[in-house]
Structures are given as C-alpha cells and as structure tokens.
C-alpha cells in the first residue's frame, strides 16, 4: 500500500491528508499528524473523500473522454483529445479575428491547484489578450479581498491558526465556523476548554449551532454588519477603548471615519441591527478590552452587495483597538474554498494581476508582460463572474470556458445564467464531473482529473502553501488542468503565428517556478520557498523571501503596512441596506449557506451516502410562528418564490430563525433526469431565487439574501 500526502479538497482550512492507495484506487484517508492545520484530524466531509473516490461512483460520475457536438440540438459524442483542442483553437482564432480578445470569456474555480491558476490566467492574459478571466473565488472571498487592500493595503490575511490559542475574546461574524469550517471550530473548542476565560461573541441572523455555543450572540438583521461594527467603534470611542497611540502612529483617516461614527449611537446601531442596546454595549466592551481579540469571519461578510464596507469597518474596528498585528488579535477572513487564496496569489481574476498585483496599475501590467515576455497585458478590465454571464446573454462574449466549477448551479439567478450558456456560440466545459448541471451545456467537454489524481500546490485560510501528491494515476483518458491548457494553448499559438511558446512547461514545478518569480518583492514574496522544502520541511506560510529560515506566521507586527504610506487606512464606511427589501409582496428575508455534512454543489460529496444522515433533502427553514400563521405544517411542500424564480420544498420549523425569515441550504441544484438532463423543469435549485446584485468594489454577489415569499403548496 502506497501513503501520498494531501490536502482535503472541501474547505479553506486545508487540513492535511494521507491517502492510502494501490497506485490504481484509493483505499483509505486519514488526517496528516504532521500538518500544522488540523495536526489529523479531519471532520466529517474530509474523513469520507476515499468513499467519494471509489471505483463505481467514479465510473458513474466521471468524465473520462473529451465529448463533443458540432449542432446545438444534437448529444455530444465521444472524440479525441487533438480533435476537440483543434476545434477550439480553430473557434478561438476565427472569433478573436473577427470580434476581438475580449469576445472570449474564461470562468474558472478555486478548486484548481495554484499551477492550473496560473497557467489559465496567462493564457487569457498574456496569449489570447482578454482580461475575461474571472472565477468562482468571486462569489466566495472577493469582498474579503477588497476590504483587505482598502485598509491594509494587500490582500493578505494578517493572523494564522493559532491565534485562535491566543485569543482572549472570538468574535465570529457571518460564519457558521462549527459546519463550514469544522477543524477549526474544533481548535477553537479546544482553545476555551483551555482558557475558560476566553469569550466567544458570536453575530449572524441564525441562531446557528455556532451561535448557540457562543458566551454573547447577536441575532443581527441580515445585512446590518456595518452598523454592528460602527456602532462598536462608537462604543469604544466613548469608553475610552480606542488605541490613540496606534492610531497616530500607524494609520491615516481616522478624523473622517469618527465623524461617521458618532451617528452609530447605541440606540441606532441596536436598532438597525435588530438586537438590544445591552448586547451591543457588551460586545464592544468585551471586544475593546480584551488583550487579543480575534475576528473570524466569512461568506456573512462577503456574500453582500455592500461586502467591502462590511470587511473594511471590521477591519476599522481592529485598527482603532490595536487589535492587529500581535498574537491572538487580528481581522482573519475564513476562505471558502480549498485554493480561493492560491488563486489571488496568480491574480486569477478579472481585476488582478499576479503576485496580488492591480490590472489597473500601468507599472503592474508592465512587469507581468516583461515576466511573460509580451508586448504588454491589456488595460481593459475584465469581466467579474455576472458581468460575464450577463456578457455571454447580450451577446457580447461569444466563447464561454468553465473550468472545474458549476455556474449552471451556484451562480445566483439562473434565469440570467442559463439564458446565457444558451446564448453561447461555444460553451467548453472542464471538470473531472459529467453530471454537473453546466455539462448539460458544454459543446466540448474536457475531462479532467480530480483529488488524489493532481499534483501541485494550495495556499489555505492561513497563508500556508502545501504541496500535493497525486497517490493515483490518471483515469481513463482525463487530464491535469494546467496539461489541458498548455495543449490548447500551443495549438492557439501555431494558429496565430507564434513562433516561442508562452507556455514551454512540462511539469508543475516549472509552472511554480515562474510563479515563484513573479512575487519577488511583493508583499507575498516566495522567492525562498521551492517544492523541495514544501517536501523536506513541510506546508510553509507566505511571505518566504529569499535568504529567510522560514515564513511568517502573522504580519503587521511592526505596524507597517504595504501602502504608498506605510500606514492602514481607516475606509469611511457607511451602512446601506440589502439590496432587494422586503415588502409586502415578497415579505420573507431568505438566506442561503452551506450544511455541515456537504459541499458546493455536492458533484463529490453528493455521491458519499453516509453525508445525507445529516440532512437528506433541500428543505426551508422557517420559524414556527410563521408556519402556524400560514397553515403550513413541518413537512408540507411550500412554493418559495423571489422576483426571479420559484422552488417547491419541505418546510422545517427551525428555532433558529426569526420570524419573518427564512434558511435553505445551497447545495442542491435541480434533480438530474437522465436523458433529460437539468434543462427540464425550471427549478434550478435555491439559485434560481437568489438575485444578482453585486458589491460596486468586489463585485461580489449578495447570494446571501433575497426577498421572498412563503405560500403552501
Ligand atoms: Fe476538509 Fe475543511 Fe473538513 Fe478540514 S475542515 S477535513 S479541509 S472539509
């Protein structure tokens, strides 16, 4: 039996794992003692991805030859490799000549390794010339990322894992930490059995199984996060809780910021927040006067179409108590997915360049095209994850490539997105999976290999890189991502002319080392950092520069920050409602978020029978006052309808929730009939009540709420 070291696939944790396999499949999974993220342990979802690879669901669900169709009415057949690459390079060219690089989009996941990242991000950038690559790290963590550069100057979060040991106060906002991040959460279990002096204050509109652990939870409305943080800041200031001395002497903007605050009294900011003065009173309190305290936060805060102020006034709250920069303290976005982070590393995003460089920077965009050895990078911003889709529907992209990721589910209005996957000249689809609801759409379908298959590298929550070994050989006839890309990039090349290779690799390695160079001097320098020492020594925490004995477990210890200034930037936040308020037509606040047992769109764990004992079927969670108001029993079929779409579920009676709320869980799409596929009865899981409102800076979607109503069926 062969032991190959891993990470989990599921979650921005990270945790290590060791697959036992035979070379052909995999026998077993067990946590990686040696991993400094979960030391071996793993939850649930983790310790059943060996059930997840095995040999008949594979052969079930997996796509294991390039299929393609050449008439939209027809199925897709089997090809070959060369066949459907020469296609799409032959599409490719004939589109870019007649309607320009920019009639090409790319949308691709934070499931890739950091190596499939970078190879796809250069091939829009630096050899098609469009900057339409966005991801579904958009949907996930690009507030985070906003917020992070509007005050701190660079997309890094500045804590690490043990901080939570040292926390004295963990204020968890919009996050169920316990379900989404659950190794995590069992570290932070272990951190208050050792200090029961520790406090937990824990803010989300659900009384979640985190919340009802916690020493202080707000039941805050949803949406409310920046006057809870406001209305803190305010708090503090008052009590004297504020760092006058940091705040001179490491930050700028303060004078306008406390000006906005003085209106966030305690009686506003509990109001609007739906919660008591008393609590609110509390939290700051506690927050303010804590030796460290630690702010854990997630899609709550990102998932919002006011994401960026959500992020930026925590983040205002950490820099005006000091609470950065030092151990156990500090603002530390959770990542969603498993390499959203390695992603932003290689700036793959419509907005990014690598190494966390801006598109929007001329000198940025001339250092990458003096990296890759082009003319120049192209100045037109690309396309965020809706402004794409909404690009494909008017017509304007007219190529779509989806890479390991399932729009045709987790997009949020799926009116808008299936309009546009059929609109599409061309939609290519990669994935390791056939049965995803975007394959329905693909003209051309790359298989793809998947975990415990790939090799590379993944950058988790903490900053920490990890190197992957593949424990099996490919199947059938997939391919790595970054392998599919380079061939058809070649292809593409020999078509226009190209007489050098913008993409002379033949291992990950290779493709890391250029990465590895483009961060020279960035605040995420890995200059020092090679796959022998991932080997010899272990998953390493950026920043690595060259010459340094290792990296660094938190940043900002000095109070310097990476801005023109050197100093964190207090953002003037304002509180703005959600963007679609409910009324008297569509009177239910709906909320959406993961489950503890599933993941995504559930293609993996939708296919481990023993992650269903948790929750079996799509439900809605009401509260019991609105049920019985309504006639409608626990059990009945409810029709839950947004301006958007419709869904029929089971109503659950939750304790969790207010009245006028409402919870479904995001991981179903709509039922596969085969031979019919997911283009059938309209439904198209919670997505199709979702809205696509975006944050004007992150262009993050408020996937979080949605105005609805609740009618027996
Ligand atoms: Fe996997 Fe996340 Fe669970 Fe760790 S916490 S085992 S990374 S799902």
Redesign the pocket.
Known sequence: MRQTRA?????????G?IIESDGQQVLGVK?DPAHP??FG???????T?HLSASPVLQQQARALYPEMRTDRNAARTRTTWDASLDAMAQKFADTIARHGPDSVGFYISGQLLTEDYYVFNKLAKGLVGTNNVDTNSRLCMSSAVAGYKQTLGADAPPACYEDIDLADVVFIVGSNTAY?????YRRLEAARQANPLMKVIVADPRKTDTAREADLFLPILPGTDVALFNGMLHICLWEDLVDAAYIEAHTEGFAELKQTVRDYTPAYAAQVCGISEQDLVAAARLFGKAKASLSLYCQGLNQSASGTAKNAALINLHLATAQIGKPGAGPFSLTGQ?NAMGGREVGGMANLLSAHRDLANPAHRAEIAQLWGIDDVPAKPGKTAVEMFEAVRAGEIKILWIACTNPAQSMPDQKLIREALRKAELVIVQDAYKTTASVDYADILLPATTWSEKEGTVT?SERRITRLQAALDKPGETLHDWEIVIRFARKLEARMGRERTLFPYETTEEIWNEHRESTRGRDLDITGLSFQILEQQGPQQWPYPQGAAGGKKRLYEDGVFPTASGRAKFVNTVYQPVAEPVDARYPFRLTTGRLRDQ?HGMSRTGTVAQLFAHQSEPTVVMAAQDMERRFIKAGDLVHVTSRRGSQILTAVAGDDMRPGQAFIGMHWGEEYVSGRGHDGDGSYGVNALTLPAIDPYSKQPELKHAAAKILKA
Do not use: M, Q
Request: aromatic share 6%; net charge positive; charged share 5%.
């Open positions: 990470t989990c696939c599921y979650c921005g944790v990270g945790c794992v946590g993220a979960n342990r793993l939850c649930t979802k983790g310790s991805l989404a991040h659950p190794i995590l498993p988790n993941w």
